[in-house]
């Protein structure tokens, strides 16, 4: 028996990167997978990757999972995805919350004065705001069942300087989200998690790695580690111990005894980013 087996789990986008990697994890643990994301033609983004790709792989691994095309600043098109839901199944146990938009600025190395301002509405409303009005839809469903998981895929530059001033302040708001959502659900069987990946081996790093000669690639971890992180605290009974928490993915990896892909572990959360 799998261990997430009956379960129903939301991942947002999930077309590639740490978002796929929950997908499959949580695919293969049993759970029917509902994954978001922009992408449903190759092209049509500049990595590759799309929202049925991703279902396909799940699907050829013996698991359960649906496509579902969305732009996570649509709010009725979110509204539409958890309606879906509860017409297909009547429940939700899980939501991840990983849909970022990325600007191409992100690792540029210049100052915020010299970026676009547009940097702040895509990083905060597709990553800080998106995983809000997810929360809320997936607490109306969580609550009247006393139990669920909500996932936030967060980053160590919630306390220190990562990159980009906007990316910072979001991955920040993000985990105070986490804490006071965790506060409310608490005495609702409801538990709000922040994971921490380390440096994490996508198709976007694979892609720029000669351009960031200051990272150290060894110890990175796969797309799919913090999955099997989330996945774990799904399983978990006690899940609530971890609740209103910011948690490095390595940090569960050995509460859990889980490793990487391959059997290994990696580093764990990234620090003195260049």
Same mark, same amino acid.
């Given at each position: 028996m799998k261990p997430l087996a009956g379960r129903i789990a939301i991942v947002t986008g999930g077309s590639r990167g740490i978002g796929k990697g929950c997908a499959l994890e949580l695919g293969l643990a049993g759970a029917k997978v509902y994954v978001t994301g922009r992408t449903v033609e190759e092209g049509q983004a500049p990595l590759p990757g799309t929202v049925g790709a991703t279902v396909a792989?799940?699907?050829? !691994?013996?698991?359960e999972a649906v496509a579902v095309p969305c732009d996570h600043r649509d709010d009725a098109a979110v509204e539409r995805l958890f309606a879906r839901v509860d017409e297909e199944c009547g429940r939700l146990d899980v939501l991840v919350n990983n849909a970022f938009l990325i600007p191409k600025e992100?690792?540029?190395?210049r100052p915020f004065w010299e970026l676009p301002l547009s940097n702040w509405d895509d990083m905060i409303d597709v990553g800080t705001r998106s995983a809000y009005v997810a929360s809320v839809h997936a607490a109306q469903?969580?609550? @009247?069942a006393g139990a669920g998981l909500i996932a936030n895929v967060s980053s160590s530059g919630a306390q220190e300087y990562a990159w980009h001033v906007?990316?910072?302040?979001?991955k920040c708001a993000l985990d105070r989200i986490t804490a006071d959502t965790a506060h409310e659900l608490?005495?609702?069987g409801v538990a709000v998690v922040s994971l921490w990946p380390g440096l994490v081996l996508t198709e976007r790093t694979r892609g720029a790695a000669?351009?960031? @000669?200051g990272l150290n690639f060894e110890g990175a971890e796969s797309q799919r580690f913090t999955g099997r992180a989330i996945a774990?605290? !799904?399983a978990d009974p006690k899940v609530v111990r971890w609740s209103g928490q910011a948690v490095a993915s390595r940090t569960l990896a050995d509460a859990y005894g889980f490793t990487d892909v391959g059997g290994g572990l990696p580093d764990g959360p990234l620090h003195d980013r260049p």
């Open positions: 792989e799940i699907t050829e !691994a013996g698991g992100l690792t540029s190395g469903r969580m609550v @009247p906007v990316y910072g302040v979001g608490r005495d609702h000669k351009q960031l @000669p774990h605290l !799904a």
